[in-house]
């Protein structure tokens, strides 16, 4: 089992920042990527933006490429997303995933970032 505990989440204006954090413990070393997704009232969850250290790369959703950064402390286990330029469409819960190199996947609890025109 993986344990991920969200924070950082609140209410800014448009063009502001903020930054994310995401705890893991637990089976850390079975974790193959891990990332943040984000789910808007009325719409579908995805991805926004993933490290998948088996394969090397980072992906970004192209709505947030050159505003948000993803970045990792392996010593914390720790994983950031740090949000620049936030826009009014950007207002969503954020979740943080885990994925173990056996396919399961894992869920914090959400975070809600809510950006004000």
């Known amino acids: 089992q993986v344990q991920l505990v969200e924070s950082g989440g609140g209410l800014v204006q448009a063009g502001g920042s903020l930054r994310l954090s995401c705890a893991a413990s637990?089976?850390?070393?079975?974790?193959?990527?891990m990332g943040w997704f984000r789910q808007a009232p009325g719409k579908e969850r995805e991805l926004v933006a993933r490290?998948?250290?088996?394969?090397?790369?980072?992906n970004y959703a192209d709505s947030v490429k050159g505003r948000f950064t993803i970045s990792k402390d392996n010593v914390k286990n720790t994983v950031y997303l740090q949000m620049n330029s936030l826009k009014p469409e950007d207002t969503a819960v954020y979740y943080c995933n885990a994925q173990a190199t056996s396919l399961v996947g894992y869920w914090g609890q959400g975070t809600q970032v809510t950006v004000s025109s």
């Open positions: 637990g089976r850390t070393f079975s974790v193959a990527a």
């Open positions: 490290f998948n250290w088996s394969a090397g790369i980072i």
